[in-house]
């Protein structure tokens, strides 16, 4: 995969791939962080691929300006753990600390911004592993271990061996819709696969899901705008 620009101010990055199985061009934007990718079939020159791109400039545009612009984390923002909004501030001590509705963050920022992200993983695992003991205990099945990531295309997986993998994101995300994912994912120690049976478990062990999966669709790629290094 190569990286072009569209022509213009500001530049726009294009990332051009070829697939020798694809049947025509696409154009796709990330709806996680933004990035353009042009796909290419066999027999396409890189000069039709980007005339192609140019076409659909405004397009791209367009849909960029509705992206999340990525933000980083620190003082005097607000942030959403586990449903519960709390307000960034500077401190001066060594080590993170929460009262009342406040993080705060030891010096200096870097430092801080450091803290807290392991903080978030913290809660994180927290109340991943709360919900999945929860929902293997109600499907009578356990699991062998919890992964925490920071995956991009997936919220969480469960494999043949049992073991659940998690991004820690979730936890900016409002509770309920954590307790889904795990639902999801122990779902999957009893059926390995998206059947009726496999929905009809998850709702046995969550309830109605549906407000829960919406949420993640529209609102979940937001959860990565937040960074925490630089």
Known sequence: MSVRTFPGNPEIPLKLRKNARARRMTLRISRVDGAVTLTVPRGVSEREALEFAAEKRD????????????QLVGPDDSIDVGGRSFQIVQGDAKRLSVQDGHIILPAPIEKGRVHLMAWLKERARIELTRASDHYAERLGRGYSRI???????RWGSCSSAGALMYSWRLILAPKN??????AHEVAHLQEMNHSAD??????RLYGPHQ???TWLRHEGPKLHRFRFDT
């Open 59 to 70: 397009w791209v545009i367009g849909n960029l300006s509705q992206h999340a612009k990525p």
């Open 147 to 153: 992964t925490l990531r920071d995956t991009r295309s």
């Open 177 to 182: 819709v954590l307790d889904y994912v795990a």
């Open 198 to 203: 496999f929905w009809r478990v998850v709702d």
């Open 211 to 213: 407000e829960a999966r």
